[in-house]
């Protein structure tokens, strides 16, 4: 689907969170390419950042793709993404380092800097809470422990 085929709407696009669970990824041909296997969410913005994804002829690692680079299938379901893109820009972990992606500013920026994707909590104008210094973005792991969100 181009971007002058998707739906527009003048209102929200909702989704319940269990629906988001293992959502198809499709790739700009329409076809199913992997699924979404974790939504990391600024929950202070109340916004998706990335999303952890398992690619179907790559299944011994996850790619980290920000939220900005897919946009929802609204006709057929599932999200696009370019494939092609994701796969050479490589930003991947293992299932192991799953609990780290909501703690380490590094893989952050990795993931931002690598995909070009400006970093909205460092926009001093936007966002005053977030003044781009280096804790910008704390984890909130432990705060968000046990609660359904975060850490």
Do not use: C
């Not at 991947?92 to 994707?117: C, H, Q, S, W």
């Amino acid at each position: 689907m181009t971007p002058e085929n998707r739906v527009m709407i003048n209102y929200p696009t909702l989704s319940q969170g269990a629906r988001l669970t293992a959502v198809h990824l499709k790739n700009e041909g329409g076809e199913e390419i992997g699924r979404v296997i974790e939504w990391m969410i600024d929950v202070s913005e109340g916004r998706v950042i990335y999303v952890v994804a398992e690619l179907n002829d790559d299944k011994s690692q996850y790619h980290l793709i920000p939220w900005k680079q897919m946009h929802a299938d609204l006709q057929n379901g599932g999200y696009m993404v370019d494939d092609e893109l994701v796969r050479r820009r490589g930003i991947t972990a293992d299932a192991n380092m799953l609990p780290e992606l909501v703690n380490e500013k590094r893989i952050l920026d990795k993931i931002f800097d690598t995909y070009g994707v400006p970093k909205y909590w460092e926009a001093k104008d936007e966002h005053p809470n977030h003044p781009g210094e280096d804790n910008a973005y704390p984890s909130n792991a432990k705060l968000s422990e046990g609660k359904g969100y975060g850490g």
